[in-house]
């Protein structure tokens, strides 16, 4: 008998680059493939729902809210296809058990920023988009010049690393207007 072969998929970008609607598309297609998928979120994100993953766009799909990365292991062994939104707020602990369910036959899909706010490799993400079969890096718009944007420009002022918003606390920026923006913020 052979084993199946399970990999990882990381959707990854700046705020408002369509990674949650990525991740949706994927797995509503695993779902309708007639495959078995479990979904997760980490328990803190709630901004939109207190259990479903929703994009900007108000698309939704059903999630479960884990604690910790090892509480989706418990949820997993039945299923074929694993999701996970907004992977960097979830502790370093994501990173094996992405792993271990990849070993074990698993499609592990899973979406979030690569950068913060301070333009640092986010959390967990560098380490999973290494061990990772495939990496898309998705792009938004500019909110001062409208051209391709990979950063995520705070406009709030907060040091901390988590700080949960949306258009009142974010703006997609490209390379140079964030630097630009940073730049006068800091002079």
Not at 1 to 30: D, N, Y
Not at 63 to 68: A, F, G, L
Request: charged letters at 20%; glycine letters at 6%.
């Amino acid at each position: 008998m052979v084993q199946p072969t399970g990999w990882v998929e990381v959707i990854c970008g700046c705020m408002f680059s369509g990674k949650t609607e990525e991740l949706i598309r994927r797995l509503k297609r695993a779902q309708l493939a007639g495959q078995k998928v479990a979904i997760f979120k980490p328990v803190i994100d709630v901004r939109y729902h207190l259990e479903n993953i929703v994009s900007h766009n108000n698309n939704h799909i059903s999630s479960t809210p884990v604690q910790s990365a090892k509480e989706i292991i418990m949820h997993a062994p039945d299923h074929d296809v694993i999701g996970i939104d907004e992977v960097q707020f979830f502790d370093p602990n994501i990173v094996e058990v992405v792993g271990w369910l990849a070993n074990h036959g698993k499609r592990v899909v899973v979406s979030g920023l690569d950068m913060d706010f301070a333009a640092k490799p986010f959390g967990p993400m560098p380490s999973i988009m290494a061990v990772a079969e495939f990496v898309t890096k998705l792009h938004a718009i500019c909110m001062k010049c409208g051209n391709e944007a990979s950063y995520s420009y705070r406009l709030v002022r907060s040091e901390e690393t988590f700080l949960l918003g949306e258009t009142e606390a974010y703006e997609a920026r490209c390379r140079h207007c964030y630097y630009q923006s940073m730049d006068e913020r800091n002079a």
